[in-house]
T-cell receptor, first 113, second 112 residues
Framework: DAGVIQSPRHEVTEMGQEVTLRCKPISGHNSLFWYRQTMMRGLELLIYFNNNVPIDDSGMPEDRFSAKMPNASFSTLKIQPSEPRDSAVYFC???????????FGSGTQLSVL | DAKTTQPNSMESNEEEPVHLPCNHSTISGTDYIHWYRQLPSQGPEYVIHGLTSNVNNRMASLAIAEDRKSSTLILHRATLRDAAVYYCILGVPTDSWGKLQFGAGTQVVVTP
């Protein structure tokens, strides 16, 4: 398996633009997580899905952030409109319910100018 | 949520053991202790986890105190590739561990 695949690897955009980050979890995994990492706040859990259903989105910073999981093999995290303070590395992770570990993607480095 | 406390950084010489402590004095009976590490410019990587008994795998060993209020991750022979931030996290086994909350972790520096 290729692991958790995130795209794009890097994204540079201007303030006010819409940004969409994509994640393909490992086949067969039924849980998916979005994290954000900054120097100031470290790794923060934004939202997680189980069987494509959002279970907890309490970490989503504000209404400008939204996440979807239309099927078991794809998820998006959208920021609209983007702001400079959204600049961070965004990680996607997946896991199989009851299994021992989560698998993380390589992340998307987002820079909002 | 139960919290963990780790030293900010630790230094080790190559090929020597590294003992990374983690305090979790408010751990509940259902909390598992997880360790992940993050190498530079990569996503976190699973290392090991346990509930009550000590655990060993090819990467490391996890020693859990009898009262479960603390644990130690042991890297038996540090290599330069082990230089990373190591996170100690508590989690309950529902929905693939649900809300695994990462703290600041311990930066491990390995010196040749």
């Amino acid at each position: 398996d290729a692991g958790v695949i995130q795209s794009p690897r890097h994204e540079v955009t201007e303030m006010g633009q819409e940004v969409t980050l994509r994640c393909k979890p490992i086949s067969g995994h039924n849980s998916l997580f979005w994290y954000r990492q900054t120097m100031m706040r470290g790794l923060e859990l934004l939202i997680y899905f189980n069987n494509n259903v959002p279970i907890d989105d309490s970490g989503m910073p504000e209404d400008r952030f939204s996440a979807k999981m239309p099927n078991a093999s794809f998820s998006t995290l959208k920021i609209q409109p983007s702001e400079p303070r959204d600049s961070a590395v965004y990680f996607c992770a997946s896991g199989q319910g009851g299994a021992e570990k989560l698998f993380f993607g390589s992340g998307t480095q987002l820079s909002v100018l | 949520d139960a919290k963990t406390t780790q030293p900010n950084s630790m230094e080790s010489n190559e090929e020597e053991p590294v003992h990374l402590p983690c305090n979790h004095s408010t751990i509940s009976g259902t909390d598992y202790i997880h360790w992940y590490r993050q190498l530079p410019s990569q996503g976190p990587e699973y290392v090991i986890h346990g509930l009550t008994s000590n655990v060993n795998n090819r990467m490391a060993s996890l020693a859990i105190a009898e009262d479960r209020k603390s644990s130690t991750l042991i890297l038996h022979r540090a290599t330069l590739r082990d230089a990373a931030v190591y996170y100690c996290i508590l989690g309950v086994p529902t929905d693939s561990w649900g809300k695994l909350q990462f703290g600041a972790g311990t930066q491990v520096v390995v010196t040749p």
